[in-house]
Nanobody, 118 residues
Framework: QVQLVESGGGLVQAGGSLRLSCAAS????????MGWFRQAPGKEREFVAA????????YYGDSVKGRFTISRDNAKNTVYLQMNNLKPEDTAVYYC???????????WGQGTQVTVSS
């Protein structure tokens, strides 16, 4: 079982930055992919970014390209999401997730709130 715990959320003004962290524990393999998702009230869950543990290949949702950066520290089993030039529409609960290559995301963190004021 893989356990994921997010941290780093908070309140920030538009144009500001935040860095989210996702600490993973339990069994994590080199073929895992770590992802960030977000969900705003009344909206569907949205893919934000993902990174592979083995090679660090990254993927981004269209709405955050050029502003957000996902990274990992394999030694610490931690994934980060650097969020720059935040906009009010980025306001959401952000979730860390994990999956095995070729499978759906099956492990999820509890979420951390990000609120961007105008």
């Amino acid at each position: 079982q893989v356990q994921l715990v997010e941290s780093g959320g908070g309140l920030v003004q538009a144009g500001g930055s935040l860095r989210l962290s996702c600490a993973a524990s339990g069994r994590t393999f080199s073929n895992y992919v770590m992802g960030w998702f977000r969900q705003a009230p009344g909206k569907e869950r949205e893919f934000v970014a993902a990174i592979s543990w083995s090679f660090g290949n990254t993927y981004y949702g269209d709405s955050v390209k050029g502003r957000f950066t996902i990274s990992r520290d394999n030694a610490k089993n931690t994934v980060y999401l650097q969020m720059n030039n935040l906009k009010p529409e980025d306001t959401a609960v952000y979730y860390c997730a994990a999956r095995v290559t070729g499978r759906n995301y099956e492990y999820w963190g509890q979420g951390t709130q990000v609120t961007v004021s105008s």
